[in-house]
């Protein structure tokens, strides 16, 4: 178990239940169309409205992002499980039931291991269960009636479930950001929290250290990291306010209000037995073949830890660094690509994260952009003439902002960073006969500095190089200068 600080003297145990919406083209047990947006009940067949005589067919693709998961995760592929009927009341639940999986879920155990600061920290999965989503109600355009739009109805998702493993809200939302970054890392799930495609529940509960397992609440639907963070914090507080006036934690399923901050009770919390689960007559048990899985696990891509792993021990990066190059599969293409340009790992990694974030976000673009002003072909051929010496990093900044501004091109990428270099003026004086004349020049109008250099004064070496650099108009090496003044003064 993580070892986390007390709040308040209670130990926090949590526990999150994730829905990530598989990316499939059709339904899970109809041909219907999983695409968002289009207009209430267009997207919703006789299946998903569960007409009389309606049959569900399980949809092989949804199956593979299961077995994908499952492997990614290192979790038991279930060679043989069973889908079962969830029995619950709902308006936007045509059908009276879930079609979801209870006793034998297709993937069984697994761990997720992520950092939580400097901290390595493992969770512990117990399963990962296919199941349909619901329909959704529509309450904001129906004066005091409810509309039901049934297109999300039969959705495929997997139900990704932890052990209580997690101590902090901080911990549960690394948690539910190294999860997001793997499902779509796998392509299986898009991410689009949204749209509701990667949706949380938190199961929270406080004891005292040593004893049993608190009373836990349940937080639905948490659709954002700054949500979730909010609402764990509040309902600990909540929870440990309760215990400490004397009063008793009831088990419920509660909403968070981000407007308020608060949490508040919808229903009393169901237990399994509430759902009446028992297998579905019209799914026979979901066979897996051997075969099969060994074919997912060779079409697997890298993932996302071990190819961090290998940019440590490869490129010579540090574990936050390898880290951050693995956010996302188009990043880590990004910096490949940037690496193979320049062949310096740590200045591609620090430009990635420093001025290439920068630009984005204010731009609002993707690093995979097809229109990316500066691609890893111009940000490799930039770097490489900070590795040369051609560029300072400051004038390397402004040739980047030249870049930018001018945006694609059809221009080679080395040419038009040296052209930007040209125009701007920004090419450093690497001759060593020029760099001495500019240094006898600034030693012999600056005797003072020299003497206080040599009474042991280092800011009058660091004035002396900022002369040098002054008379040069900024084109100097730094590194040149600093050697070759040092050499001069003895």
Known sequence: MNNSPLVRG?????????????????????????????????????????????????????????????????????????????????????????????????????????????QPRTVRLTRAHLEEDAGKSLHEDYAGQTGIDLNRAGTPLLEIVTEPDMRSAAEAVEYARELHKLVVWLGICDGNMQEGSFRCDANVSVRRPGAALGTRREIKNLNSFKFMQQAIDFEVQWQIDRIEDGLSVEQATVLFNPDSGQTRAMRSKEDAHDYRYFPDPDLPPLVIAPEWIARVRAALPELPAPMAARLVSQDGLTPYDAAMMTQSQALARYYQATLAQCGQAKLAANWIMGELAKRLNA????????????????????????????????????????????????????????????????????????????????????????????????????????????????????????????????
């Open 363 to 490: 731009a609002g673009l993707a690093v995979d952009a097809a229109d990316l002003p500066v691609g890893p072909d111009r940000l490799g051929a930039l770097i490489g003439r900070i590795a040369d010496a051609t560029l300072s990093h400051n004038g390397a900044r402004q040739v980047f902002d030249a870049l930018w501004a001018a945006g694609r091109s059809d221009a080679q990428a080395q040419a038009a960073v040296d052209a930007q270099i040209d125009r701007l003026g920004l090419r450093q004086v690497n001759d060593s006969a020029a760099l001495e004349a500019i240094i006898s020049e600034v030693l012999a109008a600056n005797p003072k500095s020299v003497d206080e250099f040599r009474a042991g004064k280092d800011k009058a070496f660091n004035a002396l190089v900022g002369q040098v650099m002054k008379a040069s108009r900024g084109k100097a090496n730094p590194t040149q200068v600093n050697a070759l003044l040092r050499a001069r003064l003895g």
């Open 10 to 118: 209670y130990e926090v145990v949590i526990g999150l239940e994730t829905h990530a919406q598989l990316q499939t083209r059709s339904k899970i047990f109809s041909g219907a169309s999983t695409a968002f947006g289009a207009a209430p009940n267009t997207q919703a067949c006789a299946v998903d409205l569960a007409l009389p005589g309606t049959l569900p067919v399980m949809n092989r693709a949804a199956v593979e992002r299961a077995i994908e998961f499952g492997l990614a995760v290192g979790a038991k592929i279930a060679e043989q499980s069973i889908f079962a009927r969830k029995n619950y009341f709902y308006p936007d639940l045509p059908k009276g039931y879930q079609i979801s999986q209870y006793e034998l879920p297709v993937v069984q155990g697994g761990a997720l291991s992520f950092w939580l600061g400097d």
